[in-house]
């Protein structure tokens, strides 16, 4: 009997995953503190779940030496995914933990398939503002 009921769940997990669609989105850009390039900031690309489960990993990185990043992901799923990307940074930050700052990609950067067809062009972002919605991360 528990063999049936493995069977039947793997089948329909199978089944959910074969109803859902690929879907890919990026976003790059350009992060200073200060007027100056925010070298080894840690962005991250995710799709947020807002119901059901918890949220994807579509991809991180740091920026490079000018500040600089690129992130692109992709992930199956039923409906539309919600795109965001996260930096993590301690610019004119003293206190413990690391700001967090959170910016929601529209929708027409999903593109789909596994990768996106267009990047959100985030910009250049200066980071020693504070930012609305700004937030505390202590474990990314």
Same mark, same amino acid.
């Given at each position: 009997? &528990?063999?049936?009921? %493995?069977?039947?769940?793997? %089948?329909?997990?199978? /089944?959910? #995953?074969a109803i /859902?669609? $690929?879907q890919a989105s990026g976003a790059r850009g350009r992060l200073l503190c200060n +007027? &100056?390039? #925010? %070298?080894?900031? !840690?962005?991250? *690309?995710w799709d947020e @779940?807002?119901?059901? /489960?918890?949220? @994807? !990993? *579509?991809?991180? /990185?740091?920026?490079?030496s000018d500040g600089?990043?690129? *992130? %692109? +992901?992709?992930?199956t799923e039923i409906t539309p995914i919600d795109p965001k990307l996260n930096i993590y940074h301690d610019c004119e930050d003293y206190i413990p933990c690391q700001r967090k700052v959170t910016i929601k990609i529209p929708n027409k950067y999903i593109t789909p398939g596994m990768h996106p067809q267009r990047y959100y062009e985030a910009g250049t972002?200066? *980071? $020693? +503002? $504070?930012?609305v919605g700004e937030s505390r991360d202590c474990l990314h």
């Open positions: 009997m &528990k063999s049936l009921i %493995a069977v039947v769940f793997t %089948a329909l997990i199978v /089944g959910c #995953a /859902g669609r $690929e +007027g &100056k390039p #925010a %070298a080894n900031v !840690l962005v991250k *690309l @779940d807002d119901y059901f /489960g918890s949220d @994807d !990993l *579509l991809d991180e /990185g740091v920026t490079d600089f990043f690129e *992130l %692109a +992901g992709h992930v972002i200066e *980071l $020693e +503002g $504070e930012f």
